[in-house]
Every structure is written in structure tokens, then in C-alpha cells.
């Protein structure tokens, strides 16, 4: 299996901030990332697939980079709604796999 | 617009059969994959399997022994069986879209997801 390690598991930051959050994985996936918004007693949100690519109507302050085995997640300006806890998951192998998640909370 | 909405029993005995169903609307399930995903309680993200309109499926390995997912593209649902169930077993199940990498993989990211249905095992 790909083991996907995402970093911090969690981080406090206030409205306004830049916040990056890191996903590592087991094995060159290249590009197969994508990255979830999941707000409590909700189910996740797409926000990033193909490790850069916005999905439809998810603000550009969010983006991602990365290829290979190294990847980023990046709020460029914190907002209120965007306290979250905020997931990677890669689709380059089966079993499809997801980072523990990165809790991002109100300082 | 597309929707997902699981559905089934809340609570199931330990040793016995957890059955959801999941109703999709907005959209054919043709030419798509259709994915089981769990949480446990407080916890991360688990990928179960998935099944495509034509029936292939395939399953993590840590449940494969236990787990079954079928589709009914007549009625645009797609099931999910899990026996025997243990305590563990407790968790939000959510079905979801996968949009694949190709359109005969079932390797892809989940673009529409289902509101959960929390089961819990307990006797």
C-alpha cells in the first residue's frame, strides 16, 4: 500500500494567515493527488485534484503543487470558514489511500 | 446536480451483515465508478472499494474477505455488504463519485460525496 504522510496533524493560525500543510508519500505517485475540506459532521469537499488542478468553485486562495513523493497544500489568506480539518489522498495505486489529516484551528 | 444520499440501518449486531445502499441522482451511473468510504469516529479516512456500472469491482485488502459492492444501474443505486461485523466497524459510511484517471479505472478522486450514515455495532 502507499502510505501518505501529511504534516502538521494540526496547527492553529489566525484569519489572515498563510497556512501549508504537507502530504509525503510512500512512492512516486506523480501528479494522482487530491485534497479535501472536511468541516465537522460533514463529508469532504474536493478542493485540489491532479496535485495543482482548482476544482469548480473552490476559491483560489487555496492551491497545491508537488510530483513524485512530495506535495503542498496552501491557503494563501485564512478565512473564518476555513477552519477545517483538511485531508490528501492519492489515486496513482490501489488501495486507494488518505493522509491522517491536518487539523486547522483558530489561534 | 449530482446527489448521493446513503441509506440502511443505524445500529447492527456484532456477527451480523452491515447493508447501505446508495441513491444517486443528477446523473447516470454510467461511465463512472462508484466508491464505499468509512470514518471511524475522531478518525481519518478509509477507502472500502468500488464498483463500476458494469460491475467490476475491487476492494481494499484489509476488508476484502468481508465486503461486497454491486451496483443497479436500473435504479441508479449501488450497494455495500459487510459481514461479519465487529465493534471496529463503527464508523460514518459515505458513498462518493470517483472521477477517474481514465475512463476504464477506478483509480481517480472523489468529486461528489453522500451526507454519511453513521453505523454503529454494538449488541
Known amino acids: 500500500d502507499i502510505q501518505m504522510t501529511q504534516s502538521p496533524s494540526s496547527l492553529s493560525a489566525s484569519v489572515g494567515d498563510r497556512v501549508t500543510i504537507t502530504c509525503q508519500a510512500s512512492?512516486?505517485?506523480?501528479?494522482?493527488l487530491s485534497w479535501y475540506q472536511q468541516k465537522p459532521g460533514k463529508a469532504p469537499n474536493l478542493l485540489i485534484y491532479?496535485?495543482?488542478n482548482l476544482e469548480r468553485g473552490v476559491p483560489s486562495r487555496f492551491s497545491g503543487s508537488g510530483s513524485g513523493t512530495d506535495f503542498s497544500f496552501t491557503i494563501s489568506s485564512l478565512q473564518p470558514e476555513d477552519f477545517a480539518t483538511y485531508y490528501c489522498?492519492?489515486?496513482?495505486?490501489?488501495?486507494?489511500?488518505f493522509g491522517g489529516g491536518t487539523k486547522v484551528e483558530i489561534k | 446536480q449530482v446527489q448521493l444520499r446513503e441509506s440502511g440501518p443505524g445500529l447492527v449486531k456484532p456477527s451480523e451483515t452491515l447493508s447501505l445502499t446508495c441513491t444517486v441522482s443528477?446523473?447516470?451511473?454510467?461511465?463512472?465508478?462508484w466508491t464505499w468510504i468509512r470514518q471511524p469516529p475522531g478518525k481519518g479516512l478509509e477507502w472500502i472499494g468500488f464498483?463500476?456500472?458494469?460491475?467490476?469491482?475491487r476492494y481494499n485488502p484489509s476488508l476484502k474477505s468481508r465486503v461486497t459492492i454491486s451496483a443497479d444501474t436500473s435504479k441508479n443505486q449501488f450497494s455495500l455488504n459487510l459481514w461479519p461485523v465487529t465493534a471496529a466497524d463503527t464508523a460514518v459510511y459515505y458513498c462518493?463519485?470517483?472521477?477517474?484517471?481514465?475512463?476504464?479505472?477506478?483509480?481517480?478522486?472523489?468529486?461528489?460525496w453522500g451526507q454519511g450514515s453513521l453505523v454503529a455495532v454494538s449488541s
Open positions: 462518493a463519485r470517483s472521477y477517474g484517471i481514465s475512463s476504464t479505472s477506478g483509480r481517480g478522486y472523489f468529486d461528489y
Open positions: 443528477g446523473v447516470s451511473m454510467i461511465s463512472y465508478y
Open positions: 464498483v463500476s456500472y458494469t460491475g467490476s469491482t
Open positions: 512512492q512516486d505517485i506523480t501528479d494522482y
Open positions: 491532479d496535485a495543482s
Open positions: 489522498q492519492q489515486y496513482d495505486d490501489l488501495p486507494l489511500t
